[in-house]
């Protein structure tokens, strides 16, 4: 027996999916979907590779970030190391080379602390979090068209800062929710 939830979930039916635009780091499509009401309503969906954030924490306590220019806010954000994906690529494997390409530092330790959907009303990108620590240089070069500073601040400060709403990158501020439990040391 289906439980209300359940029940709710499978009369929903895609009926069509149209590819309309593929791009470098997300495809959209146009999908015809059948609703519980026996009615039809098309939706454009981003199809977006999977993702991840890695909060890294120096051997000084500090939370390291980085600060780049973000064209859908329009001004400069702080933000954990994060990307997307490669065809294929492990998790781990793509957060270890994001730290590397975005704060030039590699991570002994790297965990998963959880994931996430970033907008799952219109696309399907799922994002991974993972705590680094025992960090040490290891660059990689950065994508062509990031231009990062790197920014570490005493853990305690950061979350400060969060709270205080100068903080205001979404995946950013899940991370650290994430992240949270792992650092009361630095309470």
Known sequence: MLTVE????????ILETEMI???HAFDVARVRVNLPDGNQKT????QHRPSVTIVPIDD?????FVSQYRIGADKLLLELPAGNLEPAEETAT???RELREEIGMAARQL???GGTYLSPGYSTEWMTFFMASGLYPAPLPSDPDEFLQVV?????????RAAAGDIQDGKTLTAMLLARPHLEAYF
């Open 6 to 13: 359940e029940s709710l979930v499978t009369s929903f039916k």
């Open 21 to 23: 635009y593929h791009g």
């Open 43 to 46: 939706y454009d969906l981003v």
């Open 60 to 64: 000084a306590g500090a939370m390291v």
């Open 94 to 96: 793509g957060a270890g």
């Open 111 to 113: 965990v998963p602390i």
């Open 152 to 160: 570490a601040i005493p853990v305690a400060e950061a979350y400060r």
